[in-house]
Each structure stands twice: as C-alpha cells, then as structure tokens.
C-alpha cells in the first residue's frame, strides 16, 4: 500500500546477406553511440512465462538513475545476481507521460543503457492503466467505460511503439498494479460493471500493444493481498490477456497488524481474520496462488517486503518455501527504503539471513 511514483519520489540471396549485414552493422553502430543495443540482438531474459524462478529487485536508485555499483553491492550483501530490475512508472499525470516513460526517454539516467548491456537484463515496469488527469476513484466507471470501449487503444499501441524504439519490446510490465487498491489511480471500483470494465480495459490495452511489430512483452495482473474484499475473478482480463499472475505481498496482516512470525504462515496466507476470507476468491496469498494454478498461470512476487523494525525472518523463509514449490516466474524484492520499508542489511539481520538463503 504505497506510492509508486519514481522520478518526478533485446546468388541474390549471398547479396541479400551481405546487405543484411551492412544494415544490421549499420545499426549496431547507431545504437552503440545511443547507448541502445541493437535490434537483432538475441535476448536471453531471466524472466518466463514460465517457472523461470528469477531474482530480481527494486533498488533505490537516486534519481531514478541506474546505478551498477549499487546492484553489485546488494549482490554482495545477497549473493544473488541480479538481472532484472523493477522501476516504476505510476503516478503519471497526463497521457503524454504515460505513453512515453521516463527512465526509457530519458537517457542519461541509463535504463535504457543497462538494458542494452546484456542479453541476460530484464526490466519489470510498473504501469497504471490509466495517468492521473483520467482518475476518478469516487467514480471509477468516469474512465472505464470508455477505456472499455477501446477509447484508449491508441495511448496504449504509442506506449508500445515508444518502448520498441527505445530497446524495450521485450520487458516484463506490470499493467494495472495493485488495482484492488484504494490508493491505485485505476482503482477497479467495487460494482459489478466496474470491475468488468476494468478488465475489458486491461484486455484492450495488451491487444493494441501486442500487435506493435517488435513486442515481446510479458503482462503481469497483479492484485496485492490483504486488502479490500473484491474477488478475483471479477475483474481478471483473461487468461488470453496475461501472462503471469501476481501478488504483492508485504509481511504484515493489514487486519491484525502481526507478522508472520507472530501469527504463523497459515492465519498470514489466508487472510484469516479478514472478513470474507472463506471466499475462495478474496485475495489471500493462498487464494491467488490457487486461482494461478487453476488458470495454468505462473506466478510471482512483484514486490515484497519487511516494515522497518520487523525481523520477521519466518516470513521470508515461508515466502521461499512458496516461490520454490510453485510454478513461479520471479520475485523481486523491494529495496527501496520507501514508505517504511526496510532495507536489506544491518537493520534486519535475521529476515536478511534468511533473503541470503532464499533459493
């Protein structure tokens, strides 16, 4: 339950070869001097629709600008390598900034670089379905009946043919994060008709970005748990419209306030003391993992993370046990010191210990 706004908080046919390679030369060229990888460039993501099992994580970078030396030294501190990094691009407020995301255009903070720089970097980016200037939370139907409609579908394709331009048409995007939340910009409501429109607006948004030429993307439908009772299956896009199903899933119940270590994995899981929580649809970890398995979805952990004092190493250690037995595509940390989360490290050495361990 945050605020995720950053920035602003991959014969003629010996003379087609040979021209082929002049032009792919010529490329290589022009993107080593923008500091963007070729196009041909073959990518080797860490992250699947798949049970691809990834390590990745969400650093604090100043500004927003990449910094290697920072991923190398919570590498150390982890002993994990990381190759996909979570940023976010919520907040934005006008479809000018949606469609046009900042650690992308803007080149000198060196997402765009760090992502050339290897085959193997992944990037996840958060997206709101909707910017700011398009919000309405006392009355979510203002943008999502026209969103429904397919209103939007050409914000969505020049967001698409943005990312492709910049070396960006294969990451991972977290379309719609966290939308069961009140606090979210697209929040989906609690009507019936709302939380079909959300999800004919989800669906509408991956169709016109998917059928850009060079997209690669993998869309991630990501509610966060313990939170408000808005099943699952009514505002899901459909299995043909995501990719992988996430949960974010930070290590306090918002009901009882206890950690995992307090009140052990099975009250935290399944939401126990929430009202509704017998519903096989209310969003408990458990639940979204079964609806995962029961849609043939991987699943993740697009952010998670320990409240600052809370050593709450159980909660790691169960978290763990979960990402190894299930069909998981990955999991990042949040590591950003922001809205009381805690930083890998001094502060928490047992839950830190317990991270090292993390498989």
């Not at 869309?219 to 419209?241: H, M, Q």
């Not at 079964?290 to 043939?296: E, M």
């Amino acid at each position: 339950m945050k605020c995720h706004t950053q920035k602003f908080s991959r014969s003629n046919r010996g003379r087609l070869l040979l021209l082929v390679g002049i032009l792919a030369t010529s490329v290589g060229i022009l993107a080593t001097l923008e500091g963007v990888a070729p196009f041909s460039q073959a990518r080797q993501s860490p992250i699947t629709a798949g049970d691809s099992k990834a390590n990745c994580v969400s650093l604090a970078f100043s500004g927003g600008v990449v910094s290697q030396s920072l991923i190398d030294e919570t590498s150390s501190l982890t002993g994990k390598t990381y190759n996909c990094l979570t940023v976010f691009d919520t907040g934005m407020p006008a479809w000018a900034d949606w469609e046009n995301p900042w650690m992308f255009r803007i080149t000198r903070d060196g997402w765009r670089a760090w992502l050339a720089a290897s085959p193997e970097h992944q990037v996840i980016m958060a997206e709101d379905l909707i910017p700011q200037s398009v919000s309405d939370n006392s009355d979510p139907l203002a943008w999502e009946q026209p969103c429904a409609s397919g209103d939007y579908k050409n914000y969505a394709t020049t967001l698409a043919k943005k990312l492709v331009s910049y070396g960006a048409g294969s990451i991972v995007i977290r379309l719609g994060i966290e939308g069961n939340g009140a606090w979210e910009a697209d929040y989906v409501g609690t009507t019936s008709a709302e939380m079909s429109d959300w999800a004919k607006c989800y669906a509408n948004e991956v169709t016109a970005m998917r059928a850009v030429p060079g997209t690669h993307f993998l869309f991630v439908w990501n509610p966060i748990i313990c939170t408000a009772d808005i099943p699952l299956n009514r505002w899901y896009p459909g299995n043909s419209y995501v990719d992988i199903i996430g949960a974010d899933a930070y290590d306090k119940d918002c009901q009882t306030l206890k950690t995992v270590t307090q009140e052990r994995w099975k009250a935290y899981s399944t939401d126990s003391s929430s009202p509704g929580a017998s519903n096989p649809d209310f969003p408990s970890l458990a639940n979204i993992e079964a609806f995962a398995v029961a849609h043939h979805k991987p699943m993740s952990f697009p952010e998670w993370g320990l409240g600052t004092g809370d050593d709450d190493a159980a909660y790691v250690t169960d978290l763990a046990r979960m990402f190894n037995s299930y069909d998981f595509a990955y999991q990042s940390y949040f590591d950003n010191h922001d809205n009381g989360i805690a930083l890998l490290g001094s502060s928490i050495p047992k839950a830190t210990a317990a991270y090292k361990a993390f498989k």
